[in-house]
């Protein structure tokens, strides 16, 4: 039986690559700025998205966290729906199943940014519109303890944004 | 020209004509499909100039599309265009007969540059 080797630490992106990768996916303007952490408490309802990236052996190597509005943005700006929308999603505090699947596009092609040459490669695993205990214990705790994050606050030209993070194991 | 999109994601197959438009083949005829089985069923009734596919996809996956035309001896010129990107799936690409595994997000020069290899 093969020796399943030790998780690896996953490097995370600066903000330049994160615009970037907005506005190659999206085409139209981006960018991305540092930003104070986001808590994520169990239970929350729908005011976060969470999205979980697992490795080979199924291990939990990153989580990404996103606000409600950023997650509304991206599934929104993704197919050039009218801004127009958002403001009912922020009133609702609910993402609507149409933007939650747009945005699982999103958090999937977002994996090409923790992925290099010399770590394990990621996939989306998961994405989770409420986040909780189902998540399972391991991505409580790459959200209790993770052993590096950033944070950002991101910015779609047209749409406006919001805060999203990245964690690693 | 007539181009088939093969994609699951509706929102990743509207991106891919966007870039299409922009990379100057907004006379063509697009095609669509939402998994490499219809894919593969699109490919035999329409005989379109170039496929661009998806890796993962429900039914049939994009290598598994692309190896069943090359096996009936379809050389229609084929590219992935796919979220997930390594040495190994590019080296698979190519040895099943792709002639490029573009990795998503792409730039429209980028877009460019890769269907300018095929179209």
């Known amino acids: 039986m093969p020796l399943i080797p030790p998780a690896a630490k996953i490097p995370l992106p600066i903000q330049e690559v994160l615009a970037e990768f907005f506005i190659d996916l999206l085409g139209k303007g981006a960018a991305a700025s540092k930003t104070r952490e986001l808590k994520l408490q169990p239970q929350t309802e729908s005011k976060y998205v969470v999205a979980v990236y697992e490795d080979n052996y199924e291990r939990v190597g990153a989580v990404c966290i996103s606000e409600l509005l950023m997650a509304a943005v991206g599934g929104a700006a993704l197919v050039m729906a009218a801004p127009s929308i958002l403001p009912e999603v922020v009133a609702a505090e609910k993402l609507p199943e149409n933007l939650l699947d747009n945005y699982k596009e999103v958090v999937n092609i977002l994996c090409s940014v923790l992925n290099t040459p010399n770590t394990p490669h990621l996939r989306l695993a998961a994405i989770h519109a409420f986040p909780d205990e189902e998540m399972g214990q391991e991505v409580w705790e790459v959200l209790d303890r993770p052993s590096n994050r950033r944070d950002f606050e991101i910015t779609v030209e047209g749409y406006g944004g919001g805060k999203l993070s990245i964690l690693a194991r | ?119």
Do not use: H, Y
């Open chain 2, 1 to 119: 020209m007539k181009i088939l999109v093969v994609d699951d994601s509706k929102a990743m197959r509207m991106i891919v004509i966007r870039n299409l438009r922009q990379a100057g083949f907004g006379d063509a005829t697009v095609l669509e499909a939402d998994n490499g089985l219809i894919g593969l069923e699109t490919a035999r009734s329409e005989a379109p100039d170039l496929i661009l596919c998806d890796w993962n996809m429900p039914e049939m996956s994009g290598i598994e599309f692309l190896k069943a035309l090359r096996a009936e001896g379809d050389e229609t010129a084929f590219g992935f265009v796919t979220s997930e990107s390594t040495p190994a799936m590019r080296d698979q690409a190519i040895d099943a007969g792709a002639a490029f595994l573009l990795a998503k997000p792409f730039s429209a020069e980028d877009f460019q540059r890769f269907l300018a290899k095929v179209a």
